[in-house]
């Protein structure tokens, strides 16, 4: 799931928005009460997108298809039915990076461009 990619099937459509993201970590723990805690990464999230791809990793554990469906399902770039979007209800944000003061005008500028999955159009692809 790593990568940038469109997360199209993960993610609410929004006219004028992208769908392209870099999903830089999404990992599982157990913490000490044995609650499942995920965390996830990304250089920016679209609508719904977290909340998405947890339902899809409760789908998977609960049978209902194989964890490597995740990413045939990020690949088909079209919202279904395999899973359900799970409710806000327990998902906590705990932070919001940012990076140094002098990148940060340029991040800016590239979070904002219209993005491809191959990168920027015409530029090299994100980092």
């Known amino acids: 799931m790593l990568g940038l990619h469109d997360f199209a ?3 609410r459509p929004r006219e ?4 392209i993201r870099t999903l830089q ?12 805690v995920a965390a996830v990464r990304a ?5 719904s997108m977290v909340r998405a791809l947890v339902g899809a990793c409760v789908a998977a554990g609960e049978g209902r298809f194989a964890p490597e469906r995740a ?13 359900i979007v799970m409710p806000s209800r327990g998902l ?9 003061d002098a990148e940060l ?6 979070t904002r461009a219209k993005r491809v ?11």
């Open 43 to 47: 250089d920016a999230f679209c609508h």
């Open 117 to 127: 999955a191959g990168g920027l159009p015409d530029e090299a692809p994100i980092d």
């Open 9 to 11: 099937a993960y993610c």
């Open 71 to 83: 990413a045939g399902i990020r690949d088909e770039a079209r919202r279904g039915s395999e899973f």
């Open 25 to 36: 970590d999404f990992g599982w723990r157990r913490d000490p009460d044995g609650v499942l």
């Open 16 to 19: 004028g928005a992208t769908t």
């Open 105 to 110: 005008a340029a991040r800016a500028e590239q």
């Open 92 to 100: 906590t944000l705990v932070e919001v990076g940012y990076p140094p």
